[in-house]
Every structure is written in C-alpha cells, then in structure tokens.
C-alpha cells in the first residue's frame, strides 16, 4: 500500500514556475515508478509526464516538453515536477500517481489504468 500527497500548487501568472511535490508513504517507495497527471473542468484527466523507478526514464506530454521536468528523491520518498514558462493552458488539478506494473519500469507509464494508486491533487492555476 502507498500513500501519496501532492503539495505545491497555487496561483502563478502566465510565464512563472511552481514546483510540484509529492510525499510518499512506505518502504518501498523505490521500486514504483511515478507519474503526474492533470484535469483541467470539463476535461478528461491526462498523463503530464513520468519518471521509472531509478530516475533514469522520464517520458513527458508533448506540450509540456522543454518547460516541466520530473524528479525523484528515492531517499526521501518524494517526487517533484518544476513546471516552467507555465500557459494559462496549464491550469489543472494535478495528480500524482505509483504503479508497480513491471513493463513502467523503464520509463514510467503514461496511461491512467497502468497506475495502481492516487493522490488526492493540488490545484494549479495560471493567470493571463
């Protein structure tokens, strides 16, 4: 069983940057990969990047390519994703997720059913 709780959302304007964390429960945080998706109202949820449980794959939404980057912090049970030059677009409740799925190894998943469990989110919003 893992828990996770995301912190670092807020209000930014057009251009800033937030970093993003989530805190994992449990001992064996280092064998999950992680992923953070992201619900904008009216929206279907959608993968926003994800990180194999070394920190050596990461794979990345197209649109948020060259601007966000996801880390992980195996020793402290914490993933991060620093979100740069953030749009208006951006705007989203973000979610972070753990799957222990074999074939994530590599560099994570990208599909919302790969990943076994959730945090409850953090508001991101971006003003013009």
């Known amino acids: 069983q893992v828990q996770l709780v995301e912190s670092g959302g807020g209000l930014v304007q057009a251009g800033g940057s937030l970093r993003l964390s989530c805190a994992a429960s449990?001992?064996?945080?280092?064998?999950?990969?992680m992923g953070w998706f992201r619900q904008a109202p009216g929206k279907e949820r959608e993968f926003v990047a994800a990180i194999s449980w070394s920190g050596a794959g990461t794979q990345y939404l197209d649109s948020v390519k060259g601007r966000f980057t996801i880390s992980r912090d195996n020793a402290k049970n914490t993933v991060l994703l620093q979100m740069n030059s953030l749009k208006p677009e951006d705007t989203a409740v973000y979610y972070c997720?753990?799957?222990?799925?074999?074939?994530?190894?590599?560099?994570?998943?990208?599909?919302?059913?790969?990943?076994?469990?959730w945090g409850q989110g953090t508001q991101v919003t971006v003003s013009s």
């Open positions: 997720a753990a799957t222990s799925n074999y074939y994530c190894s590599g560099n994570g998943c990208n599909e919302e059913g790969d990943y076994d469990y």
């Open positions: 449990g001992r064996t945080f280092s064998s999950y990969a």
